[in-house]
């Protein structure tokens, strides 16, 4: 996992995107998301080999994109 001052560096746009913690209020759900890209992850292991399309993992829990409660919780989550 790649750490720029701080934050981590998606995998899987390459030093473009950082990742960002955030809380999926309707769902009650922490995920991982990248800021530019919108891969998503389910929990700390931030690899290219586990990303998920952030749309696709919504609708996988019957959530779209537009109904998501997307509650940003920062940068700074990795200690
Ligand atoms: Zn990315």
Known sequence: MKIFNGKVVCPRCDGNGLVYKSKITNLDLII??????????????????NFQDLTTFLESKGLTYKDAQIHDLGYEWKS
């Open 32 to 49: 991982y998301i990248c800021d530019e890209c919108e891969a998503c992850w389910k929990d700390e292991k931030i690899r290219l080999e």
